[in-house]
DNA sequence: TATTGTTATACTCTATAACTATA
DNA sequence: TATAGTTATAGAGTATAACAATA
């Protein structure tokens, strides 16, 4: 058998063309890229992607309970616990009992949290801008409408605040 | 202290919107769901998504080593292996000996694998227009375009397809 | 010495069930 | 009986190191 056949192609470090076709799967890449270069990014505060929506949603809410930041952030309620008291140790985060339901604990963002938030925002908008580099600002704007239409399609709580 | 200050928003359900002003956010959130459908369509060849990765590459590039079906999949070596020993038993691919290089194992696809692949394009072809159910025509060769140019920007193996 | 394929291990993220204390 | 929080466990995906055979 002729070895021609087994030669590797040296210009072989290729995506196949056919999966290039799908914008899901393109979706699919450059998103667990991208989360890879925001989780890299917050890495400098010592926290992690959660941490850093649980931080967001405390800042726009005010005190909310577990179970509503689990929504949210888009995580199982067993998961908040461990978030809130990494939180809670390095003081971005306080837990306070409520009165009206003893079973639940209302969270609230702590001076320190706001600032951390500040740092992180920061640190997303580096991340951000390296991403999309090769757009322009109406490219950029073309893109967000169009992900954000896509993702309020199949997710009623992004409708809400694409409404807006 | 006012229990008004600690109740919980009946409409809480929302996505923090300091959050989706990002496009990296939107891009990783919409990438995961989308894995999510591809990854379940694909269940249904008993297939996972580097199967299909596989299937295709070895399609358009005829025999290849592993090391090279690493590259183009974009995942380490040492999972290669157990990918191609699962397709080799399903039928859907071949080992062979390469004469020129006996640590070489070339890759190559059955007329099963090639069905098999066929279907997964169908299966995807499924996915991708119910992810992009809110867009036209337009929208979505815009949307492509604007995802390919992004993938191109920061990997070269997305590049070289993208010129065509 | 470098490369191909292989095996083994660990770590993160995610999913799920089960338990407690309150309602 | 249902809910809020908690604990524990298991799985998939990913990353890494080390090894044998061959170049």
Redesign the interface.
């Known amino acids: 058998?002729a070895?021609i056949?087994?030669?590797?192609?040296p210009?072989?470090?290729?995506?196949?063309?056919?999966?290039?076709r799908?914008?899901?799967?393109?979706?699919?890449?450059?998103?667990?890229?991208?989360?890879r270069?925001?989780t890299e990014a917050l890495d400098h505060e010592g926290l992690r992607l959660h941490h850093?929506?649980i931080l967001?949603?405390l800042?726009?809410?005010?005190?909310?309970?577990q179970?509503?930041l689990a929504?949210?952030?888009?995580i199982d309620g067993s998961h908040v616990v461990a978030l809130v008291d990494a939180l809670e140790e390095a003081g971005l985060a306080e837990r306070?009992a409520?009165?009206?339901d003893r079973r639940?604990h209302?969270v609230t963002l702590t001076r320190a949290g706001r600032a951390a938030l500040d740092r992180c925002?920061q640190l997303?908008a580096t991340?951000?801008a390296e991403?999309?580099?090769?757009?322009d600002e109406a490219?950029?704007r073309?893109?967000?409408e169009?992900?954000?239409?896509?993702?309020?399609?199949?997710?009623?709580?992004?409708a809400?605040?694409?409404e807006?």
């Open positions: 058998m070895t056949l087994f030669l590797v192609d210009c072989a470090a290729q995506v196949p063309a056919r999966l290039l799908w914008s899901g799967f393109l979706l699919a890449r450059l998103g667990f890229e991208t989360k270069r925001f850093y929506g967001a949603l800042a726009e809410r005010g005190p909310v309970a179970t509503a929504e949210g952030v888009g306070r409520d009165p009206a639940r209302a925002e997303a991340v951000e991403l999309l580099a090769p757009l490219e950029r073309e893109l967000h169009l992900l954000l239409r896509i993702a309020a399609h199949h997710d009623a709580r992004f809400a605040v694409a807006r």
